[in-house]
């Protein structure tokens, strides 16, 4: 078997892997957003297209293949509803900011057409394999997607990005045997904070800032953490007081219209009831009126209603920020007490902000974990930096695996 590695190798972003055996396959097909956005490689003719969450440095870039030909598509149906959303808004965004579009509508529509919506943990006959998708515990519809011979049962698995510990609105990932491991990195470096200590304290901060007469201002991804965000309001009582807005609330309606890919769907479904949706500018300002939490796009500051009310807010207000910033997003501007660029103005803020680390992402005891319990031979570390993944590759070494951190363009070859 051969891998060649498109994107997503020593960085995190347009994340795609081809995968060359009786079969040509494709795992994930991505674009990288950093001011402006980058693509991977070409992929060139591929035989099916798996898509392991909906995130764009997972889908974004996957319509291209139905171009000419008319691949197979694996996929959840939340992450194909879910991506759908999100590629339109981006050749939205590619249209209006008069960027060489690469993406188009004809081409997503022909893949929406052709793929296969999978169950998790159920098999799929394809050629001389049984593909199979099991949740990744990371965002509604995420997927570990598994690739497995007839003839000897060897396996390959992707994990997609994924988080062991469970989140309100995620149960966990599944944890797939495996002869070859394609594993995310992100946070190989890294563990993240107790959450549910976190969650309470960000909560009484929210609580003190409305108190107060202030604005919360959350900025929040629209697929994830938006609905992870409104589930925790619910839970502490906080939702009368919340508004949310922008593209959070079209794919907040899509989660909930799927309520066999989440955990705790009660606590979403009451929060969709209660939740105030700002639909035009009087609902904005009503927002704004003092004593409000709000949660809209776009999560790293670089879009969306959330540029309109930061500019707006009253002197008691705070923002929190509850997201992964990429470097150069107006966000990691903030972060560095740098202006943010709104429309080509330099806007300073004066309201203060604190950081949150809700990350939907492993750790890295858990991608340990992870590896150890899925026990492979081979161990291919990506999407992350290439010093992470190097660095991470190097322990797994240590503990006697085969560990690879490739970098964009490379190829190997695999005994399979
Ligand atoms: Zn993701
Ligand atoms: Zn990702």
Redesign the pocket.
Known sequence: MQIKFLGGAGEVGRSGILVHDMKTMLLDYGIKIDGHTEYPLPAGRIDACFVS?A?L??SGYAPVVYQDGFPDAFATAPTMKLAELLIEDSIKIHKRKHEHERVHKAQLKTMLNKYMPCEYGKGYEFGEYTVSMHDAG??CG?AVTSIEKYKDGKRLVYT??FKIEKQLLEGGADIVKSDVLLLESTYAGKNHPDREKMAMQMVEEIKETVDNGGIALLPVFAV?RAQEMLALMNKNGLIERTFVDGMAKTATEIVESFPEFIRNEGLLRGAVEKVRKVRDSRNRLNALEGGNIILTTSGMLNGGPVLDYITRLNRHSRIFLTGYQVEDSNGSRLMQGLPLDIDGRKYRVKTPFKVYDFS?HAGKDELHKYVRESGPSTVICVHGSQENTSAFAEELKLEGFNAIAPRQGDVIDIDF
């Open positions: 969450h995130h440095d997972h990371h965002i995420s997609g990005d994830g939907a």
